[in-house]
């Protein structure tokens, strides 16, 4: 337990006062409606004087699943004002993954948006365990609906009963390599996330910021960010590439977060050309790397306005490639992860968590105030991740001279193949700079000969047909014969995590089905 004199305010507290500020600009907009600042003070005063009527002890835990839409994000700070956890569901989870986070939460309140979710809602509702309380925006069938309570609690006005020490957030980890893990965070570590934001990330002055990835996730930081600096929240429900441009055009967005893939559909889509992206200032990208063709085509058609973020589930934001380091003169940049945050020290360190020399590899490892203070109920896991007065993120990299990060791959997913350390990240960086491969992603397969085999699994540009031996080419050339793909699988699309990241458990289980090697 920490001083309190020596904490950034509650998240949620920093919210009210960001309200306060311009009572009668729009924080939110979606298809058909908007709410102002006041509107969502009152709103987030209503449904707090709700959840405070039930008596809940202090830290319990209140899942959400809901898509993009402001009342629900409103039910989120009104949980944390009463001294209750968020654990955000992923809307493009499993129905065993959201009911895993639910029971290993130990949740017992549930949010459903139920005008998306009404079904799987259901489901869950009736298979969790431990659950007091349901609410739904929206008749559903089950539960209370929250929308109706609301309108019955009459005005109240908000207040922060939290302190520096209670949890505010348990955020679940993608779980590509293994299960996923609870991040566990109290006030204390989470306050001060909007700021390093605002330090590091190049936000417009008056933002106009379009969420189209889940605000249950990284989309969701920017949002405070956002309403500090008196702009307006645009919410879609999902990543439609024809509404997406048009909310552009018309709303004179200059704000917004895509991950890659979004942005190869838009690059792709007819209606690029003929939409107004003048507004644009910033566009942020993260979750995988980007192609650098890819990339330097959308600085071409679209602005030189994109910017790079890297963290973690137990770490965000850490790292930022800003606008002026994506010069398609100077590509080289465009493999890194950027540059540390002001508000984060980072180190690449050996495995004895000795600072290694410039242009070696290591393990990224983090300090900052916003570290996760634990992950939830497995002490054993938190142990080798917090060690030694640093968060090792599993992340091998190196460092040039000034201090930009290159990644060279997970710790978990380099390949041992004929006695070599190979990560596959070099290998994908190496293919992706070809014009024809849209997507790439390599792993190690099993191999009599080489006990792994550099394997490479390439989504073709549409159109074009890439030559299976002119790729192997290219990586020897740049690589050495060691790195170069013993094998090429060309198909449609990869398999992709919620969060939009290439899932290579997946890719690495086709493969390994039957062997000793773990998946994941």
């Not at 004199?5 to 309200?19: D, K």
């Not at 190690?444 to 000969?449: E, H, I, L, R, T």
Request: aromatic share 8%; proline share 6%.
């Amino acid at each position: 337990m920490g001083d309190p004199l020596y904490t950034f305010p509650a998240v949620c507290e920093q919210t009210l006062r960001a309200l306060a500020r311009y009572p009668t600009r729009i924080a939110f907009s979606w298809p058909g409606g908007s709410i102002t600042y006041q509107g969502a003070t009152d709103l987030i005063g209503r449904i707090q004087s709700v959840f405070v009527r039930l008596g809940l002890q202090p830290g319990t835990r209140v899942a959400f699943l809901t898509a993009n839409r402001a009342d629900t994000w409103c039910a989120g700070v009104a949980a944390q004002l009463s001294r209750l956890a968020i654990t955000w569901l992923h809307p493009l989870g499993s129905l065993d993954d959201q009911l895993f986070q639910i029971e290993d939460s130990e949740a017992q309140m549930l949010v459903v948006d139920a005008a998306t979710f009404r079904d799987r809602g259901g489901e869950l509702a009736a298979r969790a365990s431990g659950l007091k309380a349901v609410f739904t925006l929206g008749a559903a069938g089950y539960g209370a609906d929250l929308l109706q309570a609301v309108e019955g609690a009459g005005n109240a006005t908000p207040r922060c009963l939290a302190g520096p020490d209670d949890i505010a957030t348990l955020n679940y980890t993608g779980g590509t390599t293994g299960k996923s893990k609870g991040a566990l965070r109290t006030h204390r570590e989470y306050g001060g996330f909007a700021n390093a934001i605002l330090a590091d990330f190049e936000i417009p002055e008056t933002p106009s910021y379009l969420t189209v990835a889940p605000i249950s996730h990284v989309a969701g930081t920017k949002v405070l960010p956002t309403l500090m600096r008196g702009g307006t929240v645009h919410m879609l429900k999902g990543f439609d590439p024809e509404a997406v441009l048009s909310t552009i055009q018309r709303e004179r967005i200059n704000f917004t977060l895509f991950v890659p893939t979004m942005i190869y559909v838009l690059l792709d889509h007819p209606s690029l050309p003929k939409t107004d992206m003048s507004s644009l200032e910033l566009l942020l990208y993260g979750a995988s790397p980007m192609s650098p063709s890819r990339l330097v085509e959308g600085i071409e058609r679209i602005g030189p306005v994109f910017s790079q973020l890297y963290g973690q589930t137990e770490c965000y934001p850490a790292s930022v490639l800003r606008k002026a380091d994506h010069d398609p003169k100077n590509p080289e940049l465009f493999l890194s992860c950027g540059f540390p945050i002001a508000a984060c020290q980072m180190k690449v360190l050996d495995d004895d968590d000795q600072e290694v020399a410039t242009g070696e590899s290591g393990e990224i490892c983090i300090r900052a105030t916003h570290v996760m203070a634990e992950y939830w109920k497995r002490p054993e896991q938190t142990a080798e991740t917090l060690k030694n007065g640093w968060l090792h993120t599993g992340d091998i990299a190196k460092a040039d001279e000034r201090g930009y990060m290159y990644i060279l791959d997970r710790k978990k997913d380099m390949i041992v193949s004929g006695g070599f350390n190979i990560f596959p990240r070099e290998v994908e960086d190496v293919l992706s700079t070809h014009t024809d491969v849209a997507m790439v992603a390599v792993v190690g397969v099993p191999d009599d000969k080489w006990g792994e085999a550099v394997t490479a699994i390439v989504v073709a540009r549409a159109g074009t047909q890439p030559n299976e031996q002119t790729l192997i080419e290219l990586v020897k050339q740049r690589k050495g014969s060691a790195h170069a793909p013993k094998h090429i699988k060309f198909v449609k699309e990869l398999p992709m995590t919620g969060v939009g990241k290439v899932d290579k458990k997946a890719l690495r289980a086709s493969f390994w089905a039957g062997r000793e090697r773990m998946v994941g």
